[in-house]
């Protein structure tokens, strides 16, 4: 029988599960097919770290572990909701939340010493930061806008501010001493097994990971983001911010990037605060209270302190004095700077941008604003965004082109493989790395402070990547363009191999370019503005920003886009979106028991997974749900049946619910399986003649808080009842499933 994974993750995508599966399972079950979950929540990843602490009862095997495996199997057909990328702070959220739920697991152990206290603090960091999807990926990314949201945000755009040719925003970006400066790049010859190790002054090494495993043919790269250079940075853009009376922002990537973004957030605060640092920074450092996890963390930790007022006033003090602080929520005070992860690159650039290039401040009104990010490897991007908006004015969603994307991110490709290489330099020396043969692969002075850190990029998913682009080219017509800087090490390495896989191509008829990031930026916008189209091939961290740029910029979010990963042994992975929101969704629900979450990404790679299985099982039936299933999905956006924002009108769950009346309303019409049309006739037309009894239910039920029974791991039987609150929908659903 058919199989497909349907992925327990977290937060509002998880919420939307408990809702949305029974549909999926019924209607797929109609053609054959079984839909199966598996736990890859923060929480079922964390609980699966500590086998030996838990009962029977409470144990999980290590889930993502067993899918990692399974997406090197051509059987593999997944459906990949958002996960939390857990930061510290959420990381220990949820264990608390797990210890108050029985479970016996330790602290997390800030300041290991012992062998206990490592391994401990080892397996929780395991768990931490884009700890999924690098297992998940075993192949290379394939996201695009699908045809009828297109055509639906043409017919009703979303709201866009206006921007000016005055406006004063900005990106300040390094121009020295920042990893995209200091890379360095080698293509290894033969398969080998290396060590980097860290030469101290006096001549003392330190081996930093040893017998690295890597493959002929594929890219290895070295950096070094200096600390003083940073810091001599940070100083300029707070005193610039100050000047020019905006307000300064920092976006960084402190989940997916889990070891070097914190410890440059940790800079940011300390900078920031200079002064009250340069008083009180042995105390707050001895504290463990050093910026890294954030300002909420600082007053939370003050109040420990025999002095906590008083260094609390010094902040206080600090921030009336610097330049205004961009906001994440004005209205609970709670800055830029309170939470490393409540500011997350890909998302609030986009949407800085989509805003007229404001962000919001104290007193809740927008404002002009320095966007701070460090690293110049693809800040120039936004820039240029930037420019062209001050240039020509905001785009208009009802005639914009589109620019999907093509990505490199199989098997841990590129910065996001980096966490377990990335270290914070403890003194002055020299990391190098070695082959087996003890010759010197890679450089780099370094200093106190310093981060340093290695990427890899195998041969074969670089292979299989030119032959996406080349395909997605071939099929849309679209000019292609590789996002490669010649100025960067490794960029310089891949279009050496990209220009010699493309060669492997029929490439006859095809506009297949390679441009720098900023150059394919001015040109995709270019052409953007004529209604032009225009595919972007990007390494992995590029991809993950382009799929929130655009997107949020022609649709007005990345979570309608479709993404689809053809994994290299065959197999499928269908991720869903972007849950950037999902925390803000969550307590919506909590406090009024209206859940805005929208499922338009659940449903556009359900589509494709269903194909996947028609194809690969050669059920026809598959193929008739999945035709179907588009058909319902563009008549739900017609209709105006997606999740309002407001309480007492239609959530996730009554958008559920139409989806299933215009699914079955589809499956009736039909004629390539009869047996379905004449199962779901009946189906159809008991939908639609209890639409006022279940939209009654759904929208009544609203207005009140309700109890999940937890955040990181609900309550299922709590859950299930808020998730699932019209009887009368919930008996037509389960008489489906029999």
Known sequence: MAKIIWTRTDEAPLLATYSFKPVVEAFAGTAGIDVETRDISLAGRIIAKFPERLTPEQQMDDVLAELGELAKSPEANIIKLPNVSASLPQLKA?????????????????????????????????????????VLREGNSDRRAPEAVKNFVKKYPHRMGKWSADSKTNVATMDTGDFRHNEKSVIIPAADSLDIVQVAADGTETVLYKGLEVLEGEVLDGTVLSASALQQFLAEQVKRAKDEGILFSVHLKATMMKVSDPIIFGYVVRTFFADVFDKYGEQLEAAGLNGENGLAAIYSGLEKLENGEEIRAAFEAALADGPSLAMVNSDKGITNLHVPSDVIVDASMPAMIRTAGHMWNKDDQEEDALAVIPDSSYAGVYQAVIDDCKANGSYDPTTMGTVPNVGLMAQKAEEYGSHDKTFKIDAEGTVLVRNSAGETLIEHEVSEGDIWRACQAKDAPIQDWVKLAVSRARISGMPTIFWLDPERAHDRNLITLVEKYLADHDTEGLDIKILSPVEATKLSVERIRRG??????????????????????????????????????????????????????????????????????????????????????????????????????????D????????????????????????????????????????????????????????????????????????????????????????????????????
Not at 108 to 128: G, I, M, Q, T
Not at 551 to 579: C, D, H, Y
């Open 639 to 738: 209709q105006g049946k997606s999740p309002s924002r407001k309480v007492g009108e239609i959530d996730n769950r009554g958008s559920h619910f139409y989806l299933a009346a215009y699914w079955a309303e589809a499956l009736a019409a039909q004629s390539e399986e009869a047996e379905l049309a004449e199962q779901f006739t009946a189906i159809a037309k008991e939908l639609e003649a209890s639409a006022a009894t279940i939209d009654a239910e759904l929208i009544d039920n609203q207005g009140h808080p309700v109890d999940l029974g937890g955040y990181y791991q609900p309550d299922e039987d709590k859950t299930s009842a808020v998730m699932r609150p019209s009887v009368k929908f919930n008996e037509i659903i389960n008489a489906l499933k029999k």
């Open 532 to 637: 032009e189209d225009t595919i972007s091939v990007t390494g992995n961290v590029l991809r993950d920003y382009n799929t929130d740029l655009f997107p949020i910029l022609e649709l007005g979010t990345s979570a309608k886009m479709l993404s689809v990963v053809p994994l290299m042994a065959g197999g499928g992975l269908f991720e869903t979106g972007a849950g950037g929101s999902a925390p803000k969704h969550v307590q919506q629900l909590e406090q009024e028991n209206h859940l805005r979450w929208d499922s338009l990404g659940e449903f556009l790679a359900l589509a494709e997974s269903l194909r996947h299985v028609s194809r690969s099982e050669d059920n026809k039936k598959a193929a008739v749900l999945a035709d179907a299933l588009d058909l319902a999905t563009e008549k739900l956006l």
């Open 94 to 134: 949820a264990i608390a939340e797990l210890q108050a739920q029985g479970y016996d697991l330790p602290d997390y152990p800030d300041n290991a010493v012992s062998d206990e206290d490592l391994d401990v603090r080892n397996r929780y960091d395991s768990v931490k930061g884009s700890a999924v999807n690098p």
